[in-house]
């Protein structure tokens, strides 16, 4: 009986998990996060002890884990309809997140104040309307957990060229209105 042919072992390099082919080394910012962050963290241990590090530790992990708010973490850059880049929600968990679930208007205007998000979606609305968004968060958990279509590839990663651009185009346009922002009317 002849042997099958045997697949062609990867290159063990090859196999490497996505956050670490898109890894960068540390930039100064981060290096100086960490000296504040290790410092702060043992003094948090000393003051409190291990029972109240151990609360401040589960508190930072649960508030991360399965629960309609953590929903909005999913429902931002994973891909719902192809050809959208990032998606909203409008339910009623804004109120409690900060409007952190108007997140395409958020990229469209970046140096817009998260309280006046609503009355931006509410000036353009006929343009937000065309585009897929969400009205629950626990429905977007639900199908993250129970659809093989998604998980982590199906995740939407600008590149860096990309984003950059938007950052120097968003700038450009706080910097042409001379710092000044008109009020928004509320409704």
């Given at each position: ?21 898109f ?42 884990s ?14 719902y ?54 009205r ?52």
């Open positions: 009986m002849p042997l099958s042919p045997q697949k062609p072992r990867k290159d063990p390099r090859q196999e490497r998990s996505r956050s670490t082919r890894a960068r080394p540390p930039s100064r910012d981060e290096w100086i996060n960490l000296a504040i962050q290790l410092p702060a963290a043992w003094l948090s241990w000393r003051l409190l002890g291990a029972p109240g590090f151990t609360y401040l530790l589960l508190s930072t992990l649960i508030g991360h399965l629960h309609p708010v953590a929903g909005h973490f999913v429902h931002e850059h994973y891909v309809a192809p050809g959208q880049e990032t998606y909203s929600y409008y339910g009623p968990l804004n109120h409690v997140t900060f409007n952190v679930g108007y997140h395409v208007e958020h990229h469209d205007f970046m140096n817009v104040p998260g309280w006046r998000l609503p009355a931006l979606h509410r000036i353009a609305k006929r343009h937000y309307d065309a585009l897929v968004s969400h629950s968060w626990t429905w977007v958990l639900w199908r993250f957990i129970t659809d093989p279509a998604m998980g982590p590839h199906a995740r939407i990663v600008r590149s860096r060229a990309v984003h950059d651009g938007a950052v120097r185009r968003s700038i450009q346009v706080g910097a042409s209105d001379g710092g000044a922002r008109a009020p928004i009317q509320r409704a």
